[in-house]
Nanobody, 115 residues
């Protein structure tokens, strides 16, 4: 059974930074494309960043230049560094595989951006 455990969320002022982390267990982590997704209240879950097994990255236009996804295949973790946060970045953030057949979702990490 694959388990995803996200951490690092919190309250931050506009312009601030947060770093999210996701620990993955029960899967062959290193071979999978990994992604960070987010879901704001009343909106559909959206993909914000992807990283391949080799470290190639892709970002949604809305976060490009502000967010950085990274992974540690030795520790089975994937991280999302979020800088210059905006109120519209507020959401619950989740990690999972890249698009396609997904693992069961974890509990997510709440990110609140407010002054």
């Amino acid at each position: 059974q694959v388990q995803l455990v996200e951490s690092g969320g919190g309250l931050v002022q506009p312009g601030g930074s947060l770093r999210l982390s996701c620990a993955v267990s029960g899967a062959i982590f290193r071979i999978n494309v990994m992604g960070w997704y987010r879901q704001a209240p009343g909106k559909q879950r959206e993909l914000v960043a992807l990283i391949s097994s080799g470290g190639n990255t892709n970002y949604a236009d809305s976060v490009k230049g502000r967010f950085t996804i990274s992974r540690d295949n030795a520790k089975n973790t994937v991280a999302l560094q979020m800088n210059s946060l905006k109120p519209e970045d507020a959401a619950v953030y989740y990690c999972n595989k890249g698009p396609g057949t997904l693992w069961p979702w974890g509990q997510g990490a709440q990110v609140t951006v407010s002054s």
